[in-house]
């Protein structure tokens, strides 16, 4: 039997439940503590195993792209800080996202 590699997570609704919360912010970029509802999602996907992982959004959901896309600054500044467990950490989860 194949193992499981990806993953696809739909996040294209419009969040009308939540509103007026959801008026400013997507649902899934919503907060659970300290980090957006869509980043547990991602992180329990990586921890079973994905290897690949597609995000499919709707129109007007530019913070979920927004939240994993490349930070080039970002990594330069955890580089040049010397964090490199932390610099691992954001090359590994940006490299398997894929935002449709």
Known sequence: MKKVRKAIIPAAGLGTRF???TKALPKE???IVN???I???VEEAVNAGMEEIIIVTGKGKRA???HFD???ELEQNLEH?????LLEK???SSKSIFIT
Not at 81 to 85: F, V
């Open 35 to 37: 980090k957006p509802t």
């Open 29 to 31: 970029m919503l907060p």
């Open 39 to 41: 980043q547990y999602i």
């Open 90 to 92: 954001v090359r590994e």
């Open 81 to 85: 800080k010397g964090k490199l467990d």
């Open 19 to 21: 509103l007026p919360a």
């Open 64 to 66: 979920i792209e927004d």
């Open 70 to 72: 490349y930070a080039y």
